[in-house]
């Protein structure tokens, strides 16, 4: 299943990179998320134009149907993994290790006027006969929101309010 979603910000490009590459941002929308745990482990390259991303979070399966309840039981790991080879995007994919699940992409920052947009597009696969398509579209529902706690969390924190 392909999946796109833009986040838009009122910061130039630049300031939002600064703020994907700070692992105290990553650290508070894994909080405003409301993940059971997470271990953030950012690495900035060395020449400065991107960075490395592994985040390991433990996520709540509450509110999920039964169906997807019975495949990932009542908390799930998840990895998402970001490699930003510059300062304008990258790569992204997201594992829950153990299960049939995948989301891999990019990411990428737009200029637009004086803001910003981060464009966000996965190709969303859960290897499940019969069902699998309903999966990925239930997965699909999961990523978008958890890219609009990103987003609000994302202006707050540009806002100044860390």
């Known amino acids: 299943m392909k999946f796109r979603?833009?986040?838009?910000?009122?910061a130039p490009p630049d300031?939002?990179?600064?703020m994907l590459a700070d692992p105290a941002f990553r650290a508070k929308v894994c909080e405003e998320q409301g993940v059971v745990s997470h271990d953030i482990d950012l690495k900035p390259?060395?020449?400065?134009?991107?960075?490395?991303?592994?985040?390991e979070q433990v996520q709540d399966t509450a509110g999920l149907p039964a169906i997807a309840k019975k495949i990932v039981g009542d908390t799930t790991k998840a990895v998402i993994e970001e490699q930003w080879t510059s300062r304008t995007g990258g790569t992204v994919s997201i594992t829950a290790p153990g299960k049939p699940t995948t989301a891999t992409g990019t990411v990428r920052l737009e200029a637009r006027g004086s803001g910003t947009t981060e464009v966000v597009?996965?190709?969303?696969?859960?290897?499940v006969p019969v069902i699998g398509g309903k999966l990925e579209a239930l997965m699909a529902d999961n990523i978008k929101a958890g890219l609009e706690v990103e987003q609000t969390t994302g202006t707050a924190w540009l806002g100044g309010q860390r």
């Open 5 to 10: 979603h833009e986040l838009t910000y009122d």
């Open 45 to 55: 390259a060395e020449d400065g134009a991107g960075f490395t991303l592994v985040s």
């Open 121 to 127: 597009e996965l190709d969303v696969k859960v290897k």
């Open 15 to 18: 300031e939002v990179f600064a």
